[in-house]
C-alpha cells in the first residue's frame, strides 16, 4: 500500500498499528524506528517515534537515517557558498523551461540535431533523494552544456527568461564551481553507499567506517 509522505503522523502511526499489528508479538519485535528525521516523526510529543513508544514499546530506539542526516550536513555545507544558490536556480529554471513548454523543449531537440549530439533534458533537482537529484542535474548540464547555450543564446534577444538563464550559465565562476561540485559529490555517493552497506551488517565495523570517512574528507580537501 502506498502511503504519501505528506500525511500527517497521526495518520502513519494508525496506519502502521493497523498494518503490523496483524504478526504475531509485534509489540515485543518493534525495537527501533528509522526516519528522515522530521518533526512528525521525531517529534517529542507528538511525532510518530513518541506516540509508538507510549502504545507499543516505551524502549524502542529512535534513528535518523544516516544517508539524510549526510545529505543534510553537505547541503548545509554548500549553502554557505554563494554559487550553490545560482545553480540551483540555473538548474531548476532549465527544468521548467524545457519541461513545461513544448516550444522551448522543441527548440532545444532541434539544436541537438543540428550539433549532432544526443544531449539530455533537464531532470527535476529537488525531492527526497536531493544528493540523487542533484548528480543527474549535474550530469546533465554538463554532458548538455554547449546545446543549451546555444539554444538559450539565439532565442535570448526575444526571451527574457532565456536571457537570464544563459546568463547565469556563461558565469566563470559557476561554471568553476559546478565541475567542483560534480566531482566532490561522486565521492560523497560512494561513500554513502559503503556506509548503507556497513550498517546493514549484524555488527558493523566501525573502524572500517571511520577509514572510508578519513578518505573521502581527504579526498574532497584535495579536490578543494
Known amino acids: 500500500m ?12 494508525d496506519f502502521i498499528e ?16 528509522g526516519s528522515d528525521g522530521a518533526s512528525n516523526m521525531v517529534g ?19 534513528v535518523h537515517c544516516f544517508a539524510h542526516r549526510l545529505e543534510l550536513s553537505f547541503r548545509d555545507v554548500l549553502k554557505q557558498f554563494k554559487q550553490y544558490d545560482k ?16 516550444k522551448n523543449k522543441k527548440g532545444l531537440l532541434n539544436t541537438m540535431e543540428a550539433f549532432e549530439d544526443k544531449g539530455l533534458l533537464p531532470t527535476k533537482v529537488t525531492g527526497t533523494r536531493w544528493i540523487g537529484h542533484l548528480a543527474r542535474g549535474l550530469n546533465v548540464l554538463i554532458k548538455t552544456y554547449k ?15 532565456a536571457e537570464g538563464i544563459v546568463k547565469i550559465m556563461m558565469s566563470k565562476d559557476l561554471v568553476c564551481f559546478m ?5 566532490s559529490q561522486k565521492h560523497l555517493i560512494h561513500y554513502t553507499k559503503i556506509a548503507s552497506i556497513i550498517f546493514r551488517q549484524p555488527y558493523y565495523e566501525y573502524i572500517v567506517l571511520k577509514v572510508n570517512l578519513k578518505s573521502k574528507h581527504l579526498i574532497v580537501l584535495h579536490i578543494a
Open 87 to 102: 545553480l540551483m536556480t540555473l538548474l531548476i529554471g532549465l527544468y521548467y523551461f524545457y519541461t513545461k513548454q513544448h
Open 44 to 62: 517529542i510529543r507528538g511525532g510518530l517515534a513518541a506516540l509508538l513508544r507510549e502504545d507499543v514499546n516505551n524502549e524502542m530506539i529512535n
Open 147 to 161: 546545446i543549451f547555450t546555444a539554444h538559450l543564446s539565439t532565442i535570448s534577444h526575444q526571451n527574457a527568461k
Open 2 to 13: 502506498y502511503l504519501p509522505l505528506w500525511f500527517p503522523y497521526i495518520v502513519i502511526k
Open 18 to 33: 493497523n498494518t503490523v499489528y496483524l504478526l504475531i508479538f509485534f509489540s515485543a519485535k518493534l525495537i527501533a524506528l
Open 179 to 183: 565541475l567542483f561540485l560534480n566531482v
